[in-house]
C-alpha cells in the first residue's frame, strides 16, 4: 500500500507564503512523476506543478512565477513553495505521485490552504 501525505498547509494573508511538503510511504522504490493539484469549493480539480524524475517541471498559468515545486529523491518528498498567496489560491491542495513499473496513480488526502484578510 502507497499512502501519501501532505502537510504545511494553513490560513495566511494575501502577500505571504506557505510550503507544502507530500511525503510518501509503502512499498515503493522510486516514483516517476509528482505533482500538485487544488480544488476550490464548486470549482474541479486542476493541476498546479508538476516534477519528473529528472527534474523537469511544469506550472498552471495562475501561479508562474509565484510557486516553485522541487523533490527530494531520497526521500521519496515533494514540495510546493507557495509565495506572493492570493485569495484565488484558497483551495484544497492534494499530491499525486505516478509510481513504476505500471504508472500506478496515488492521491494523498489533501491539505487545506486558506488566504483571507
Known amino acids: 500500500q502507497v499512502q501519501l501525505v501532505e502537510s504545511g498547509g494553513g490560513l495566511v494573508q494575501p502577500g505571504w507564503s506557505l510550503r507544502l511538503s507530500c511525503a510518501t510511504s509503502?512499498?515503493?522504490?522510486?516514483?516517476?512523476?509528482m505533482a500538485w493539484h487544488r480544488q476550490a469549493p464548486g470549482k474541479q480539480r486542476e493541476l498546479v506543478a508538476s516534477?519528473?524524475?529528472?527534474?523537469?517541471?511544469n506550472y498552471g498559468d495562475s501561479v508562474k512565477g509565484r510557486f516553485t515545486i522541487s523533490r527530494d529523491n531520497a526521500k521519496n518528498t515533494v514540495y510546493l513553495q507557495m509565495n506572493e498567496l492570493k485569495p484565488e489560491d484558497t483551495a484544497v491542495y492534494y499530491c499525486?505521485?505516478?509510481?513504476?513499473?505500471?504508472?500506478?496513480?496515488?492521491w494523498g488526502q489533501g491539505t487545506q490552504v486558506t488566504v483571507s484578510s
Open positions: 499525486r505521485v505516478v509510481v513504476p513499473p505500471t504508472s500506478s496513480v496515488y
Open positions: 509503502g512499498s515503493i522504490f522510486s516514483i516517476n512523476s
Open positions: 516534477i519528473t524524475s529528472g527534474g523537469s517541471t
